[in-house]
């Protein structure tokens, strides 16, 4: 069957650095997407990694390993509108999206 | 660019009414929109895809009859719930894309449900 396992809730002090990881098990890849969700709204499209390394965005940046089976999304400098649900999404072999079940990040001052 | 608009953003309706709900890209034409469903503090749930001009393909145990999906121009699809019952209360969320390979899917801003 197909997985996609993260975290269910990390907390994290405004300023810092913090990683939510994301191991994903599917039939084929075509490519891992993070999307951050607030409570209330639909997703937003952070990132899509289709190759192996870090892409940096901003605060955000995101790592994939195809490999492992693995990535991992980076937020510097938190701030507390950072407070969020963070999606990781597969992409497998018939160009479905696989979803997470999301990671809720709560900032604390 | 990507802005994907849902309408309307609220609905109250009593049990026994059908509900329609619209999602339209406003900056760009979407040859494939999707269909979530997604329940407090749980994941996003793939209703359905669909495909400008042709039928939608719905996810395993999800009633095609109660969920009418028509994806009519390259701009719009919009979701019927016929028939609507208090646990079809939800939050409707669509996301649209292009139709190529590894296409970001853009979502909408959700339609929230509330059946009585």
């Known amino acids: 069957g197909q997985n996609i396992d993260q975290p269910t809730e990390m907390t994290a002090t405004e300023g810092a650095i913090v990683q939510i990881n994301c191991t994903y098990q599917t039939s084929g890849f075509n490519g891992l997407f993070w999307y951050q969700q607030h409570a209330g709204e639909a997703p937003t499209f952070l990132s899509y990694?289709?190759l192996d390394g870090l892409e940096e965005k901003g605060r955000f940046s995101s790592f994939l390993s195809r490999s492992k089976g693995y990535s991992y999304l980076l937020l510097k400098e938190l701030q507390m509108k950072d407070s969020a649900s963070y999606l990781c999404a597969v992409m497998d072999s018939n160009y479905q999206l696989i979803w997470g079940a999301g990671t809720k990040l709560i900032i604390k001052p | 660019g990507a802005v994907v608009s849902q309408h309307p953003s609220w609905v109250i309706c009593k049990s026994g009414t059908s509900v329609k709900i619209e999602c339209r890209s406003l900056?760009?034409?979407?040859?494939?929109m999707f269909w979530y469903r997604q329940f407090p503090k749980q994941s996003l749930m793939l209703m359905a895809t669909?495909?400008?001009?042709?039928?939608?393909?719905?996810e395993q145990g999800v009633e095609k009859d109660k969920f009418l999906i028509n994806h009519a121009s390259l701009t719009l699809s919009t979701l019927t719930v016929t028939s609507a019952h208090p646990e079809d209360s939800s939050f409707y969320i669509c996301?649209?894309?292009?139709?190529?390979?590894?296409?970001?899917?853009?979502f909408g801003p959700g339609t929230r449900l509330l059946v009585l």
């Open positions: 669909s495909n400008e001009g042709s039928k939608a393909t719905y």
């Open positions: 900056d760009f034409q979407a040859t494939t």
């Open positions: 990694n289709v």
């Open positions: 996301s649209a894309g292009t139709g190529r390979e590894q296409e970001t899917q853009y």
